[in-house]
């Protein structure tokens, strides 16, 4: 079972920066693909971006691209989402989620932190 904790959210003005954390308990964290979810009000939960176990392959929604940034660090059981330029349509509450490598559905979840971008 694989235990994640996110933080970093919070009140941001539009043009500002946030910088999004997620600890995870698992031991081989490495042998996990790792993703950043967000869920608006009254909309779906959509995958922003995501990144290998190895850190050499990266997603990005077209929404976010250019503008946010994954990363992880294998050392830290931990994964980090840099978000530039924010704009009030990216608020949401952001989840972090991890997928076992070579499977097809992120099965562990984090309890998400509210990003709120003011106009």
């Known amino acids: 079972q694989v235990q994640l904790v996110e933080s970093g959210g919070g009140l941001v003005q539009a043009g500002g920066s946030l910088r999004l954390s997620c600890a995870a308990s698992?031991?081989?964290?490495?042998?996990?693909?790792m993703g950043w979810f967000r869920q608006a009000p009254g909309k779906e939960r959509e995958l922003a971006a995501a990144i290998s176990g190895s850190g050499s392959s990266t997603y990005y929604a077209d929404s976010v691209k250019g503008r946010f940034t994954i990363s992880r660090s294998n050392a830290k059981n931990t994964v980090y989402l840099q978000m530039n330029s924010l704009k009030p349509e990216d608020t949401a509450v952001y989840f972090c989620?991890?997928?076992?490598?070579?499977?097809?559905?992120?099965?562990?979840w984090g309890q998400g932190t509210q990003v709120t971008v003011s106009s």
């Open positions: 698992e031991r081989t964290f490495s042998s996990y693909a």
């Open positions: 989620s991890a997928r076992p490598q070579g499977g097809t559905t992120y099965d562990y």
